[in-house]
Nanobody, 127 residues
């Protein structure tokens, strides 16, 4: 089992940046591929980005491509989401998630690919 704790959310103006972190504890972090999802008020949870177990293969939702970067540091048991050029539409609770199966980018865009989830960190982007 793995426990995930997100941090780094907050209030930022449009055009600004934030870096989210997700610290993992429990089983070997490098055994998991990782993803970030977000859920805005009144909307369903949506995929943001994923990264494979080694950190050399990533995938992004079209809505964040070119603005967000996912990365991981297996030595620190942490996955990051660097968010630049933030827009009010990026306002949501951001959750990290961990999956054990073989990483495939299409599969990793689905919430069903993940066994473990963090509680989330809130990001609010003001216009």
């Amino acid at each position: 089992q793995v426990q995930l704790v997100e941090s780094g959310g907050g209030l930022v103006q449009a055009g600004g940046s934030l870096r989210l972190s997700c610290a993992a504890s429990g089983r070997t972090f490098s055994s998991y591929f990782m993803g970030w999802f977000r859920q805005a008020p009144g909307k369903e949870r949506e995929f943001v980005a994923s990264v494979n177990k080694r950190g050399d293969n990533t995938n992004y939702a079209d809505s964040v491509k070119g603005r967000f970067t996912i990365s991981r540091d297996n030595a620190k048991n942490t996955v990051y989401l660097q968010m630049n050029s933030l827009k009010p539409d990026d306002t949501a609770v951001y959750h990290c998630a961990a999956g054990l199966s073989l990483y495939r980018s299409a599969w990793a865009s689905s919430p069903g690919a993940y066994e473990y989830w963090g509680q989330g960190t809130r990001v609010t982007v003001s216009s």
